[in-house]
């Protein structure tokens, strides 16, 4: 059972910057599909960023140029750096791991953490 946790949430103007961490609690990286999913209220949990085992990266529309996904596999972390916050970024935060092991999907989530971006 994989665990995720994840941190670096918090208030910021727009504008700002923040980095969110996942660390996860085995090495993981080189065969699971890592995302940065975020859901606010009333909205479905959307993809904001992925990465795959082999580096690709993907990224929502909206934070095209804005945010970056990257990963420490000495530390088994998982980051994403956000610039240039706006309002419509404030959501929670999950951390993802997702791969097919056998035709059976292993996806696991980290609990979250708050972005708010507020003047």
């Known amino acids: 059972q994989v665990q995720l946790v994840e941190s670096g949430g918090g208030l910021v103007q727009p504008g700002g910057s923040l980095r969110l961490s996942c660390a996860a609690s085995e090495s993981i990286f080189s065969i699971y599909r890592m995302g940065w999913y975020r859901q606010a209220p009333g909205n479905e949990r959307e993809l904001v960023a992925a990465i795959t085992g082999d580096g690709s990266t993907n990224y929502a529309d909206s934070v095209k140029g804005r945010f970056t996904i990257s990963r420490d596999n000495a530390k088994n972390t998982l980051y994403l750096q956000m610039n240039s916050l706006k309002p419509e970024d404030t959501a929670v935060y999950y951390c993802?791991?997702?791969?097919?092991?056998?035709?059976?999907?292993?996806?696991?989530w980290g609990q979250g953490t708050q972005v708010t971006v507020s003047s």
């Open positions: 993802n791991a997702y791969r097919v092991r056998f035709g059976r999907p292993l996806d696991y």
